[in-house]
């Protein structure tokens, strides 16, 4: 079989990007971007943009809905609220949908995040990365300890669906002080269990290429540590009731997040804004006429915001696309579904693909003979090894 068949589509997302933040933190490779918020502008480019894209998911419900940035509630609640009325004026936008706005400390007022759920939002992601001051302050963060608690304080009363990131391994600053301790590592995560929020997320810091810290490397906590607050940081985290369901994403029990969770099962999503990317699969005769093959598709769009706005407002294409080779879509579904705990079910992988699972069996079998993942003839998962060398399983996928 050289092209994919599809029995059915998988579920529909929709991610839209907000470029704008108050500072390029040091350690971000996000398209992100220092300056001057265009609202309107930026609001009539995101629904042109959506028109465009109409053609390739026309009649499909949208069931989760993601603002991601940047820093998204630097929009106001207004223009949100227009996005919004946007999507559902154009697509078929579950009722129920999972709708959620990244925040970061110091975009925060009361009212204004009561108005951001009066038009719909109903999921906070609050960018915290730690509580503690001198390690915001080596991480170029805009905000401090007190800002950060008063942000949770408010999301928590006005939207109370709430995640909190947060980082662990993280620097000494350039100009003095330490790296992060391992007290000091479990200090922020029980500073995050008090707040009792559904859902919490735990990154490690890493050196992505093309950032400040990629450039100039801040002293870290060395490997050994590193790996030890991460175990630390699950033992205590699923110790208070959370789940660990992804590599990086703790929810108690039916918390998880469903647009995320909608990418690491392969699902399909648009992707709208600057730097956006999207995924849909084609099953023939979609955007591009009745005899199109079935195929997936990735797209990406433009970058800079000022290219994206003016490419929008003409009617120029604002996004490349590429069609997933056969010999790609084993890795790049394993790229998502390895990341969950519980793996994937083989059904979903010839779903979600079109190809049956005897297109990854070579790589499956040398997986499972190393101790990286256990299987069934239902369902595969990582093991406990797979998990924590996560990067040396995919490998075999490549």
């Known amino acids: 079989m050289l092209t994919p068949q599809f029995t ?4 529909l997302s929709l991610y839209i990007h907000i470029p ?6 040091p350690y971000c490779d996000f398209n992100s971007h220092e300056g001057a918020v265009q609202e309107r502008e930026y609001v ?7 028109e ?19 820093t998204p509630s630097l929009f106001s609640a207004d223009a949100i609220g227009e996005i919004l009325a946007g999507v559902r004026a154009r697509t078929r936008l579950s009722p129920q949908a999972e709708i959620t706005l990244e925040a970061n400390p110091g975009t925060f007022e009361a009212q204004k995040f009561a108005d951001y ?45 709430v995640n909190l990131d947060l980082m662990f391994a993280l620097p000494a600053s350039h100009t003095g002080g330490a790296p992060q ?44 540590l590193a790996a030890d607050m991460q175990m630390r940081v699950e033992a205590l985290l699923e110790s208070a009731g959370y789940v660990h369901y992804e590599t990086s994403a703790y929810a108690k029990p039916g918390r998880e997040c469903q647009h995320n969770v909608n990418y690491w099962k392969f699902g399909d999503y648009v992707g709208i804004g600057a730097g956006a990317h999207g995924k849909l699969s084609m099953p023939g005769g979609l955007g591009g006429g009745a005899t199109e093959s079935p195929r997936i598709v990735r ?32 890795f790049e579904f394993m790229l998502n579904a390895l990341r969950l705990s519980e793996g994937f079910a083989i059904r979903d992988f010839e779903e979600r693909t079109g190809f049956t699972i005897s297109l990854v069996s070579r790589a499956l079998d040398e997986c499972e003979a190393v101790g990286l993942l256990e299987r069934d003839h239902l369902r595969v998962r990582p093991t406990a090894r797979g998990r924590q060398f996560l990067n040396t399983a995919l490998e075999y996928f490549l």
């Open 8 to 11: 059915s589509l998988p579920p």
């Open 20 to 25: 704008w933040c108050i500072r390029k933190c």
């Open 44 to 50: 009539n480019a995101l629904m042109s943009d959506l």
């Open 52 to 70: 465009s894209e109409l053609p390739n998911f026309w009649g499909r419900t949208i069931h989760t809905v993601f603002f991601g940035g940047g």
């Open 117 to 161: 759920k009066s038009v719909g939002i109903n999921r906070l992601s609050i960018g915290i990365q730690s509580f503690n001051d001198a390690h915001l302050k080596a991480l170029g963060r805009v905000h401090d300890s007190a800002e950060a608690k008063r942000a949770i304080e408010i999301g928590l009363s006005t939207i109370g669906n």
């Open 181 to 224: 301790s391992m007290a000091e590592c479990e200090r922020d995560v029980e500073m995050a269990l008090s707040f009792d929020t559904p859902h919490l997320s735990f990154y490690q810091l890493t050196m992505e290429p093309n950032t400040v810290f990629a450039k100039k490397p801040p002293p870290l906590p060395d490997h050994d």
């Open 299 to 330: 797209t990406e769009r433009v970058k800079q915001p000022r290219e994206y706005m003016q490419r929008a407002m003409s009617g120029n294409a604002v996004h490349e696309s590429r069609v997933v080779a056969r010999n790609e879509v084993g």
